[in-house]
């Protein structure tokens, strides 16, 4: 008796559109119906200005506690889990403030009751920001960077704007590859090789503008911008001890005040990526702990990669981040990844087919299906490149301005100029700035006595988030998911690139090899 298969997924059963993939179909929101919600609405309007003169956390903790269950429909769920996500990241890092760590009832009970019915947590996340916050600037219009607005940012600059865009433009582009990707599965059922070539090679071409797309981040999306003003908003408050939260966030009014520690917005939460990964059997890995692969399906042979390391019986399993973001998309989504990848059978079928006769249809078969697997290796190739300006570039070099934005330790915040001693000598700082060799920011010479910044004396760490210039010997570069960042990155990169049929040693293999 044949063995009875696991019928594939239906889109729309997982709250996907075939069109627009994880995107809604409507645009999102630009408000809430409700009169009852004019307090979150007003707040998201003006919270960008109230940020600015330090007054935010004031203004939020007089507003009332409302009731998330009044969200009656998905988009209004969605509106105001955006809006509270923003509020409440605001809220905690704040601008020339110290972390807070308690988030006040007002915004704490109702975005944990919205995040129970998006089956989500509750902490930005890619969703809130890349999926659900845009509008059509033309309503008959396409989805892409020429058409597209957000709704909200934290930072209120354009450089902020662009970055969800460009990710949002990147979910648009790759909302057909579902369907191709279902297809392609039935065509393997089918024992179809050239029909599973057919859909593969359609694949190829989306993956290749998805990477087309991505690398447009560079247009206008500023690195210092991006690394001092927008992204110290997105971290969550996991391995945050360093950014002043070690204990997270305690959410008032939630499981009895318990604090909670949740990764803030992550690329890796994109369910596109994920269902690519599934889709050719791209298997990870806890960062730093990888099987030995020495020898692929075919036969072929694989440089282990540094990274490998053996793990005792004994020992605690290593978290796997990459699949730990999974509990941060909205819950249909999550749920789709998981049965795609219990009917996943694309790499089983190509395996199978390169260990028998290689006919000129199976390596065309093998080819497409590595070109596929190279696109995706080239994604992330291409955002660990970002990544490295955006993020480690901007940290090695520090701000140009004294704090970047954010606060500086509270002992190097404005000093007095020094008097001259009784005795007519006087600090040398102090005479250089009385010389007007020292600028206080206007052009003009500080006046004597005057309160100076010395920029050279400010101290960058915690408590003020990541916004932070890197420290001399400490290589630990935290994302805002709470990972150690770039060995992240590359182990990922490395992993999509073992999925190949045909083997090529990836960066990290071949410097490793090199210096063996």
């Known amino acids: 008796m044949a063995q009875q298969l696991k019928p594939l997924p239906i889109l729309s059963d997982y709250d996907i559109s075939p069109i627009t993939g994880f995107l809604p179909v409507e645009e999102p929101l630009q408000v809430l119906p409700d009169p009852y919600f004019a307090p979150w609405e007003e707040t998201f ?22 009731d998330a269950a009044r969200l009656k429909t998905k988009a209004e769920q969605r509106r105001g889990y955006l809006i509270l996500c923003m509020l ?19 915004l704490a009970v109702p975005w944990q009751k919205v995040a129970d019915m998006l089956e989500m947590q509750p902490v930005l996340t890619h969703a809130a920001v890349v999926m659900w916050n845009w509008r059509l600037l033309y309503k008959d219009g396409p989805r892409d960077l020429n058409n597209l607005d957000t709704l909200g940012t934290l930072s209120g600059s354009s450089d902020e704007s662009w970055f969800y865009l460009v990710t949002t433009a990147i979910e648009a582009t790759g909302a057909p590859v579902l369907s191709k990707i279902l297809t392609a599965i039935q065509q393997a059922r089918d024992n179809n090789i050239a029909g599973l070539t057919q859909e593969l090679e359609g694949i190829r071409g989306i993956i290749e503008d998805l990477v087309s797309v991505l690398r447009r981040m560079f247009e206008r999306c500023d ?11 997105l971290a969550g408050w996991e391995n945050m001890a360093e950014a002043g939260l070690p204990d997270g966030v305690r959410y008032e009014g939630v499981d009895n005040g318990a604090y909670k520690k949740l990764a803030g917005g992550s690329a890796a939460q994109s369910s596109l990526i994920h269902a690519l990964d599934v889709a050719f059997g791209v298997e990870h890995h806890p960062t730093g702990f990888r099987p030995n692969k020495h020898a692929t399906a075919n036969g072929g042979p694989v440089v282990p990669a540094p990274a490998t390391v053996a793990v005792p019986a004994t020992a605690v399993k290593p978290t796997n981040f990459i ?43 093998i080819t497409v299906y590595d070109e596929c697997v190279h696109q995706i290796k ?36 404005a000093q007095k100029t ?34 100076i910044l010395y920029p050279q004396k400010v101290i960058f760490g915690a408590p003020y988030g ?10 630990v570069v935290r994302g805002t998911g709470g990972t150690d960042l770039i060995p992240f990155l590359r182990q990922s990169r490395d992993e999509t690139n073992e999925s190949k049929i045909v083997p090529t040693p990836s960066i990290t293999a071949r410097k490793h090899s090199t210096a063996a």
């Not at 409440?88 to 007002?106: D, F, I, N, R, T």
């Not at 570039?393 to 520090?398: S, T």
């Open 45 to 66: 309007q003006k919270f960008n200005g109230l940020l600015l003169a330090s007054r935010l956390r004031q203004y939020v903790n007089e507003l009332p506690v409302l």
């Open 88 to 106: 409440s990241h605001a809220y905690v890092w704040g601008k020339h403030e110290q972390a807070a760590e308690v988030l006040p009832a007002a």
């Open 223 to 233: 690195p210092y911008v991006f690394y001092w003003k927008v992204r110290p908003y």
């Open 323 to 365: 699949q730990k973001m999974r509990f941060y998309m909205p819950g249909p989504h999550r749920s789709f990844l998981t049965h795609l990848t219990e009917v996943s059978n694309i790499r089983q079928f190509v395996t199978e087919k390169a260990a028998g006769k290689r006919t000129a249809e199976v390596e065309k078969l």
């Open 378 to 413: 080239v994604f992330r190739d291409v955002h660990i490149q970002m990544v490295t300006l955006y993020i480690v570039m901007q940290a090695n070099r520090g701000p140009s301005i004294s704090h970047g934005g954010f606060a500086p330790q509270p002992h190097a915040q």
């Open 418 to 451: 020094p008097e001259p001693s009784v005795n007519g000598t006087a600090d040398k700082s102090a005479a250089t700035a009385a010389n007007g060799t020292v600028s206080n920011g206007t052009g003009e010479k500080p006046s004597k006595g005057s309160s």
């Open 466 to 475: 990541l916004a932070k210039k890197q420290e001399a010997g400490n290589d």
